[in-house]
């Protein structure tokens, strides 16, 4: 055979995927006629894959629109697969009977173990998109996956290589759920670190006293950003990070818009926070982007550096104590929005440069310790994830369970699955032999497509 992706134990057999299951895809129904979307079939599209058990839909379908369109109707424990777009090759067992579109397929198996032929088809994802079709958007055909290799394991060996995987996988999300946790815990290590150090007295005042504040802009109309890079930035809320800028989607703007927008520039010295969208996001813009044009649902603070750190102002704006302040005034809409006036009313503890200095190079040094312990924690949630990969990529290998001279022959086994799917189809085609002759002038259609 000419498609063995590995060596495989003696005992098994590589063979095509088409040899142990039958493949189906579904079909969408006239949006034109609406009664045939309001039944209670549930109607599966690829994007509601996600390796997961789905027992409800976006979408439900009536019986008329399966009677007369190419959507299928899937049993219970059916496995199935995206064929194309952004989920493509992602999985999911179906919990309920349910009809898919056209984007998705199901994949029935017999004899075999599901879960067998599920985390086989993860193991091998890589090399199974490596074969889609098309240009415009490249898909995974039934052609494609038909003639896929397969691995046939005895059925015995089938469920203890499925109890093993799953034991393994249950200790590391085990361990992936400890790390989690773990970075939700030093999250609220530096958030309480940030309230202890900051309101620290009860002398208040207002910010006004301290900062002028002014908002962004946004693009004048009918105008776009620029194709390619110029030397005039555009900054958005969707860009601010970690008390920065993530500079991997920075948009631009041509020169005639900057002239437009240029009184509404942000520079490295100034402190920005977003007002609509994603509220409450604060930090300052790198000395590269200086001179940035700044969106209309973020505003800038200007103030005198004598009097007020810009360290201290933003840790101070993202500190629990102007977050609930921050939550108390924001106006309740369809699109919330933090007014800049009611920013200017917030209260504040006072605190004078030196001891502001004091509070700031406490909080960065807390802050070193907590990204430290974030990298390491990270790196440790990655490196256990991989061992999923790791642990399947052996499992095929024959390498996570021990061949038994008790188990069935693959040989017998495959003769049996043939039986199995013969019986199967000679069953379809009956169904299809016997569908009432109205449905049949409606729509001729073949299950076995």
Same mark, same amino acid.
């Given at each position: 055979?000419?498609?063995?992706? @590995?060596?495989?134990?003696?005992?098994?057999?590589?063979?095509?995927?088409?040899?142990?299951?039958?493949?189906?895809?579904?079909?969408?129904?006239?949006?034109?006629?609406?009664?045939?979307?309001?039944?209670?079939?549930?109607?599966?599209?690829?994007?509601?894959?996600?390796?997961?058990?789905?027992?409800?839909?976006?979408? @439900?379908?009536?019986?008329?629109?399966?009677?007369?369109?190419?959507?299928?109707?899937?049993?219970?424990?059916?496995?199935?697969?995206?064929?194309?777009?952004?989920?493509?090759?992602?999985? =999911?067992?179906?919990?309920?009977?349910?009809?898919?579109?056209? =984007?998705?397929?199901?994949?029935?198996?017999?004899?075999?173990?599901?879960?067998?032929?599920?985390?086989?088809?993860?193991?091998?994802?890589?090399?199974?998109?490596?074969?889609?079709?098309?240009?415009?958007?490249?898909?995974?055909?039934?052609?494609?996956?038909?003639?896929?290799?397969?691995?046939?394991?005895?059925?015995?060996?089938?469920?203890?290589?499925?109890?093993?995987?799953?034991?393994?996988?249950?200790?590391?999300?085990?361990?992936?759920?400890?790390?989690?946790?773990?970075?939700?815990?030093?999250?609220?290590?530096?958030?309480?670190?940030?309230?202890?150090?900051?309101?620290?007295?009860?002398?208040?005042?207002?910010?006004?006293?301290?900062?002028?504040?002014?908002?962004?802009?946004?693009?004048?109309?009918?105008?776009?950003?620029?194709?390619?890079?110029?030397?005039?930035?555009?900054?958005?809320?969707?860009?601010?990070?970690?008390?920065?800028?993530?500079?991997?989607?920075?948009? @631009?703007?041509?020169?005639?818009?900057?002239?437009?927008?240029?009184?509404?520039?942000?520079?490295?010295?100034?402190?920005?926070?977003?007002? =609509?969208?994603?509220?409450?996001?604060?930090?300052?813009?790198?000395?590269?982007?200086?001179?940035?044009?700044?969106?209309?649902?973020?505003?800038?603070?200007?103030?005198?550096?004598?009097?007020?750190?810009?360290?201290?102002?933003?840790?101070?704006?993202?500190?629990?104590?102007?977050?609930?302040?921050?939550?108390?005034?924001?106006?309740?809409?369809?699109?919330?929005?933090?007014?800049?006036?009611?920013?200017?009313?917030?209260?504040?503890?006072?605190?004078?440069?030196?001891?502001?200095?004091?509070?700031?190079?406490?909080?960065?040094?807390?802050?070193?310790?907590?990204?430290?312990?974030?990298?390491?924690?990270?790196?440790?949630?990655?490196?256990?994830?991989?061992? /999923?990969?790791?642990?399947?990529?052996? =499992?095929?290998?024959?390498?996570?369970?021990?061949?038994?001279?008790?188990?069935?022959?693959?040989?017998?086994?495959?003769?049996?699955?043939?039986?199995?799917?013969?019986?199967?189809?000679?069953?379809?085609?009956?169904?299809? /032999?016997?569908?009432?002759?109205?449905?049949?002038?409606?729509?001729?259609?073949?299950?076995?497509?």
């Amino acid at each position: 055979m000419n498609n063995v992706l @590995y060596k495989i134990p003696d005992s098994w057999k590589w063979i095509t995927l088409d040899e142990v299951s039958f493949t189906s895809s579904g079909g969408t129904p006239d949006r034109k006629i609406s009664n045939y979307f309001r039944g209670d079939i549930p109607w599966v599209k690829s994007g509601e894959l996600n390796y997961n058990v789905i027992t409800e839909t976006e979408e @439900y379908i009536s019986q008329e629109a399966v009677d007369y369109s190419s959507a299928k109707v899937f049993p219970k424990g059916s496995l199935l697969i995206a064929l194309y777009g952004n989920t493509v090759g992602r999985m =999911a067992f179906l919990g309920v009977d349910a009809a898919t579109n056209q =984007a998705v397929a199901s994949i029935k198996s017999f004899i075999i173990n599901p879960k067998y032929l599920y985390y086989y088809l993860i193991s091998s994802k890589e090399e199974l998109l490596s074969k889609r079709e098309g240009s415009a958007q490249p898909n995974i055909s039934q052609k494609v996956l038909n003639s896929f290799p397969f691995p046939l394991a005895p059925i015995e060996e089938q469920m203890r290589i499925v109890e093993k995987i799953e034991e393994l996988f249950s200790e590391i999300d085990k361990s992936l759920e400890q790390f989690e946790k773990n970075l939700k815990d030093v999250e609220n290590l530096w958030i309480i670190s940030l309230n202890k150090s900051i309101c620290d007295n009860n002398n208040l005042i207002n910010l006004e006293s301290l900062v002028e504040i002014k908002g962004g802009k946004r693009l004048p109309k009918n105008f776009n950003y620029s194709e390619n890079k110029t030397e005039y930035p555009y900054i958005r809320v969707s860009d601010f990070s970690n008390y920065s800028v993530d500079e991997s989607n920075i948009k @631009y703007i041509s020169k005639e818009i900057y002239e437009k927008l240029k009184n509404y520039s942000i520079d490295s010295e100034n402190v920005y926070i977003s007002i =609509a969208g994603t509220i409450g996001l604060v930090g300052s813009i790198p000395n590269n982007l200086s001179n940035a044009i700044l969106t209309e649902n973020a505003a800038k603070f200007i103030f005198d550096s004598e009097k007020l750190l810009k360290d201290y102002l933003i840790y101070l704006l993202d500190s629990p104590f102007i977050k609930e302040q921050i939550n108390r005034s924001i106006k309740a809409t369809s699109q919330p929005k933090l007014a800049l006036y009611k920013i200017l009313e917030f209260k504040i503890p006072k605190h004078t440069i030196s001891e502001q200095r004091a509070i700031v190079e406490k909080l960065e040094e807390i802050r070193a310790y907590c990204n430290n312990l974030k990298d390491s924690i990270n790196e440790s949630y990655f490196s256990t994830i991989k061992l /999923k990969d790791k642990i399947l990529q052996e =499992a095929f290998q024959g390498k996570l369970s021990n061949q038994l001279n008790t188990d069935t022959p693959t040989t017998n086994l495959l003769n049996d699955i043939q039986k199995e799917k013969e019986q199967y189809l000679l069953k379809q085609q009956a169904i299809i /032999k016997n569908r009432p002759k109205l449905k049949k002038k409606w729509k001729k259609k073949s299950y076995l497509s």
